[in-house]
């Protein structure tokens, strides 16, 4: 599966974005799903995930309760809507899908997705 991410952008402290995250080559319903971010000079970080089902979601505590993300799979997407933006969310935003099922354990690691897209990148302005 073949993924593309976009929607980045510039905005301002306590702004909203949303990100999106379109799938080619093969439907996203056997897949879950997630974003990852990376700032200059830190590794990956974990944002997100979902379930194949969208039934369960998993957020890093640093974004709980301002990002959600959500899927369609009729039209093989998925989204990241991010609220009260700060200054320590602007990074290089991945999408990626994997084939195992999620867990709180496994969620946040970025080895079990074995598909990225390219980043998009998100800029917050204070």
């Known amino acids: 599966v073949q993924l593309q991410a976009s929607g980045g952008g510039l905005v301002q402290a306590g702004g909203s974005l949303r990100l999106s995250c379109v799938a080619s080559?093969?439907?996203?319903?056997?897949?879950?799903m997630g974003w990852f971010r990376q700032a200059p000079g830190k590794e990956h970080e974990f944002v997100a995930a979902?379930?194949?089902?969208?039934?369960?979601?998993y957020y890093a505590g640093s974004v709980e309760g301002r990002f959600t993300i959500s899927r369609d799979n009729a039209k093989n997407t998925q989204y990241l809507q991010m609220n009260s933006l700060k200054s320590e969310d602007a990074a290089v935003y991945y999408c990626?899908?994997?084939?195992?099922?999620?867990?709180?354990?496994?969620?946040?690691?970025?080895?079990?997705?074995?598909?990225w897209g390219q980043g998009t990148l998100v800029t917050v302005s204070s």
């Open positions: 990626a899908a994997r084939t195992l099922s999620l867990t709180s354990g496994t969620a946040g690691n970025r080895r079990h997705y074995p598909y």
């Open positions: 080559g093969r439907t996203i319903s056997p897949y879950a």
């Open positions: 979902i379930a194949m089902s969208g039934g369960s979601t």
